[in-house]
């Protein structure tokens, strides 16, 4: 079996003091390992998003263990969880946080500049991943002028543009109509799997079930289930995008 | 990319670019002006003892500058001075503001100086007519051809009164500006004397030329030693006592420096309140920054970037105004002066107000909680 990329110990997250504290995550225990897309669903509420932070060291748990590559967080500085995210996760969001005075290549450029990646090598590779996700055509565009789709795709490549073991996604699909969903999900599935990296992605869309190699589900803060999926890359959406992709390029 | 990225966030809110940069040259353009005025009124403070050819300067006691040094020495000043070691040659000088009539009625203050130019201490520089033989001519002097509308003349040959004494113009200088506004008019030192009423044997000052290989310090402490109630300065000393007496204890000075400190505090504010409402704006991508594992001191050089962006264009653009009002300046009586060492100073100077101003906004930073990209 191949040893888990991250993974945290009964982890509780408080959130708020006093009268007005909840207790968002009440000793979850989550383990991913390379090669899998991984969809972590749950109803809102339901401490999706926080163990997502936590898991990816921008929040830090009231208790319990989280282990990056081995490197166990507790008690690291502000400045060196961002050292680790740097070294290890990449990060897609709901709303893509893309910079919106920064071309697709330069919103990717920028994340390698970030981990010390500069110059000429950098902007190769920061074409090279937009290549890899179907937007070679649109290198100089400015977000305001791309879709939702394709934003979310240079969200994706700036993600994997430092070549991350593990990539975190927060409702990836949520803000896309549905061939886009299907398109970024695709996209997921192929980075775990041909990239071989660890992909989480938060969701409560019934849509990106077909993508998962194994889905994890939570209620009220805590992990209420877990079941594997066979089909993974083999879903009919994936060749169907690698097929366009191919055709693009 | 922190450039670019920087470059972007100013560029990106033309409106807000534009008050930015007119905080920067407003500040600019006043520090500018105000210390231009302030090196402009040195240098008509000082010209005289600049142009000086003179190692040491004997004063009467507590003289506070050179127009206000009474007609006190005598010759036997001189005579104590030229008896010690090391003195070449002791050079009298007349020195007092004195009453000008106008030849169309109504009267101003000058300040007549007088000079034996032979004697190569002090002689009338920059003249554009005449020479310094017309000024020996009978009643002649000469007058700066910027003071004319003030002086009530229109040039060369036309008449005057000063004090008791008809005088005429005989020879012109070209902007001699005086501190006091009381314009400088040379005439040799015996018919200075004869104008202001003063003994023949008096004098303001003595100039003391060394000899070759002298020990200024020394020779100044000989000379002190022996002449009683009157004080011997080094030409520097002369210069900063003067430049006290007309800028500091007026207030002259200070009212100067007071404006261009308020220049840099309201630079620096508007600047500061532009910076920190762009990074607020920006707020979002500096915590995607932060997520995507960016350490705090590239967030902040994003920001120095952009207060130092905003510094470079808002420098050139106030450097140009000020320049643009120095020439127009040229003819006043007050003329500002721009010098390398100042417009290097006032790049500093903006680059800090800029680095300061930065402050607010990456106080802000600081504190960003980079969980805020999940929640858009």
């Keep these: 079996m191949t040893s888990p990329v991250l993974e945290c110990e009964n982890v509780v997250k408080e959130l708020g003091k006093g009268a007005g504290m909840v207790v968002a995550l009440k000793g979850v225990d989550l383990a991913l390992v390379q090669g899998e897309l991984t969809l972590l669903m ?21 208790s319990g263990t989280v282990r990056i590559g081995g490197i166990t967080t507790n008690g690291l500085k502000p400045e060196e969880l961002a050292s680790l995210r740097r070294k290890h996760i990449g990060f897609i969001f709901q709303s893509y946080n893309l910079f919106p005075t920064l071309t697709a290549l330069e919103n990717v450029r920028i994340a390698l500049d970030v981990i010390g990646r500069k110059g000429y090598p950098a902007a190769q590779r920061a074409e090279e991943v937009l290549r890899e996700v179907g937007l070679g055509g ?69 849509r990106t079930l077909g993508y998962a190699d194994r889905v994890v589900r939570i209620e009220d803060g805590k992990i209420v289930g877990e079941e594997r999926r066979p089909q993974g890359l083999d879903a009919p959406e994936i060749t169907d995008l690698t097929k366009r992709r191919k055709a693009h390029a | 990319m922190i ?60 003289a506070k500058s050179f127009e206000e040094g009474g007609i006190l020495l005598t010759s036997r000043e001189r005579h104590q001075a030229l008896a010690t070691p090391g003195v070449k040659a002791v ?23 007088g000079t034996d130019a032979e004697d190569g201490a002090l002689e009338p520089w920059a003249l554009v007519a005449g020479d310094w033989e017309d000024i020996k001519s009978p009643d002649a002097i000469s007058a700066d051809d910027t003071y004319f509308r003030e002086l009530g003349i229109e040039g060369l040959n036309d008449t005057a009164q000063i004090a008791n004494g008809r005088v005429k113009v005989k020879a012109l200088t070209h902007r001699i500006r005086s501190f006091t506004q009381s314009p400088y008019v040379f005439t040799t030192l015996t018919r200075a004397r004869n104008l202001l009423g003063a003994d023949s044997d008096k004098a303001t000052f003595y100039l003391v030329q060394l000899e070759p290989g002298a020990n200024a310090e020394a020779v100044r402490q000989e000379l002190t030693a022996r002449i009683d109630g009157a004080e011997v300065l080094t ?14 204890r007026t207030g002259a000075g200070l009212a100067l420096i007071g404006g261009a400190l308020l220049g840099i505090m309201v630079g620096t504010v508007i600047v500061a309140q532009t910076l920190y409402s762009s990074t607020k704006d920006h707020l979002n991508e500096f915590a995607t920054l932060r997520a995507l594992g960016s350490s705090s001191g590239y967030i902040y ?76």
């Design chain 1, 42 to 62: 749950g109803p809102s509420g339901s401490g999706k998003t926080t163990l997502l932070s936590i898991l990816g060291c921008i929040l830090t748990p009231t």
């Design chain 2, 235 to 248: 030409k520097a000393e002369f210069r900063d006592r003067s430049l006290r007496q007309w800028l500091f």
């Design chain 1, 138 to 206: 649109r290198l100089q565009n400015y977000p305001a002028n791309l879709s939702g789709g394709e934003q979310q795709r240079v969200a994706v490549a700036r993600a994997i543009a430092s070549s991350p073991s593990i990539v975190l996604a927060d409702e990836p699909t949520a803000a896309l109509d549905g061939e886009n969903g299907h398109a970024v999900m695709a996209l997921l599935a192929r980075i775990a799997k041909e990239q071989n990296r660890s992909v989480l992605a938060v969701t409560h869309d019934p």
């Design chain 2, 91 to 113: 050079i009298p000088l007349v020195v007092a503001f004195a009453e000008w009539r106008k030849p169309g009625g109504g009267s101003t203050r000058v300040v007549l100086v």
């Design chain 2, 3 to 62: 450039l670019t990225l920087a470059f972007r966030n100013l560029f990106h809110d033309r409106i807000r670019l534009a008050v930015t940069l007119v905080g920067i040259l407003f500040s600019i353009v006043l520090v500018a002006i105000q210390l231009g005025m302030y090196l402009g009124s040195s240098k008509m403070i000082t010209a005289m003892i600049e142009k000086s050819n003179s190692d040491l300067w004997i004063t009467t006691f507590g």
């Design chain 2, 301 to 376: 050089r994003v920001i120095l970037a952009q207060a130092g962006l905003s510094a470079v264009i808002g420098y050139l653009l106030g450097i140009l105004i000020s320049l643009g009002i120095l020439y127009l300046s040229r003819n006043t009586p007050l003329p500002l002066v721009m010098t390398p060492g100042l417009a290097a100073s006032l790049f500093g100077l903006t680059l800090f107000m800029s680095a300061i101003s930065a402050i607010s906004a990456i106080i802000k930073v600081t504190k960003i909680d980079p969980a805020m990209v999940f929640n858009r």
